[in-house]
T-cell receptor, first 114, second 112 residues
């Protein structure tokens, strides 16, 4: 069974600074997908970024980028130029290529301070 | 597209009552998922459908929970009878089969 671990329960960052959220996972699969979801206080789950395991290039979406280390089974999220609206719970998630179920980590609460 | 639609947004009921949560997926999405989120257990997958057929219901807690998808544009999650420990936020999500899932706004259920 796959597991996803987020070891940082809470983090804080100053506005305009950069922050990195950690995620590790455990799987025996060679092909899979990884995601970061954001859940602001409104509780809406919002897809932030997606990475296919067969792609070596790290995914980037505007201020959000990932550091995907397949051998280390690590998938960290970097947020550049942090904004107050980035304050949210961030979830790392895994999906095996053969199925469609998402396995979520416990989440990291990120607080952006002005 | 309006996104995934869930109703009601909030539900308060008394123990023993029947509760029905509703979901309309994004048009064209073949997969529909029901999740429950609590502080203690995080996000749990309850059940998911593919082309209206239940594929995996191993996450459904017990027989008090049931889910149906009578057509491609509608699904329900029913709890009968409800108990205080069922209090949680229930999310519906849909997917076009590309693994990424799009979530609805959730239903906050409180069972007194």
């Amino acid at each position: 069974a796959q597991t996803v671990t987020q070891s940082q329960p809470e983090m804080s960052v100053q506005e305009a600074e950069t922050v990195t959220l950690s995620c590790t996972y455990d799987t025996s699969e060679s092909n899979y997908y990884l995601f970061w979801y954001k859940q602001p206080p409104s509780r809406q789950m919002i897809l932030v970024i997606r990475q296919e395991a067969y792609k070596q290039q790290n995914a980037t979406e505007n201020r959000f980028s990932v550091n995907f280390q397949k051998a280390a089974k690590s998938f960290s999220l970097k947020i550049s130029d942090s904004q107050l609206g980035d304050t949210a719970m961030y979830f790392c998630a895994f999906s095996a290529a053969y199925g469609n179920k998402l396995v979520f980590g416990a989440g990291t609460i990120l607080r952006v301070k002005s | 597209d309006a996104g995934v639609i869930q109703s009601p947004r909030h539900e308060v009921t008394e123990m023993g009552q029947e509760v029905t949560l509703r979901c309309k997926p994004i048009s064209g999405h073949d997969y529909l998922f029901w999740y429950r989120q609590t502080m203690m257990r995080g996000l749990e997958l309850l059940i998911y459908f593919n082309n209206n057929v239940p594929i995996d219901d191993s996450g459904m807690p017990e027989d008090r929970f049931s889910a149906k998808m009578p057509n491609a544009s509608f699904s329900t999650l029913k709890i009968q009878p409800s108990e205080p420990r069922d209090s949680a936020v229930y999310f519906c999500a849909s997917s076009p089969g590309a693994h990424e899932q799009f979530f609805g706004p959730g239903t906050r259920l409180t069972v007194l």
